[in-house]
């Protein structure tokens, strides 16, 4: 029996919902949409949504399941939400980088931030870098952070020269 999710993030957009819901199985290997719910006349003073357009998009990325819902204009992504995309390799980090970042806003880039062409954040993060900041006192840890500040997409070999000192 398959597992199921306890919890699921719900992204609100006005109308992209499966837009958004293909754009991101497209990026992630192994990504796929799951499910599409359609609005219909049923409710249709509330939501004010022609029959037929799409109401919701369930996708998986990377074993996360994800809703995507077109609820209309009201609300906006902002950066108090992100989602951490864990990497291995730098080769990792470049690919996720450009293919999020492609039509994102570049001034909201930096420690390893960007923002995507929805107004999605993500922080795109080398797993080495967790456990360089493991103990927050030492001067390797710190050295390590500095380093992080001043960048916006991340550097694993200049991660790792600034930990070594």
């Not at 293909?22 to 799951?34: E, L, Q, S, V, W």
């Not at 360089?132 to 200049?158: C, E, F, T």
């Amino acid at each position: 029996m398959a597992h199921v999710q306890s919890i699921v993030p719900c992204l609100w957009f006005d109308t992209q919902a499966e837009e958004a819901a293909k754009y991101y199985t497209g990026i992630f290997d192994g990504g796929r949409i799951t499910q599409v719910s359609y609005y219909t006349e049923a409710g249709q003073e509330h939501h004010g949504k022609a029959p037929g357009t799409v109401l919701t998009a369930e996708f998986e990325i990377n074993g996360q399941t994800f809703t995507a819902l077109n609820g209309g204009p009201q609300f906006k992504f902002n950066e108090a939400v992100s989602f951490q995309v864990m990497c291995e390799s730098q080769q990792e980090i470049d690919r996720y980088w450009a293919r999020l970042g492609e039509g994102g806003d570049p001034a909201a880039q930096q420690c390893g931030w960007l923002k995507d062409k929805f107004g999605v954040s993500w922080q795109i993060v080398p797993r080495v870098l967790i456990e360089m900041l493991k103990d927050s006192q030492s001067p390797r840890a710190q050295r390590a952070l500095v380093a992080m500040m001043g960048m916006k997409k991340l550097d694993i070999a200049a991660l790792q020269r600034a930990y070594a000192g």
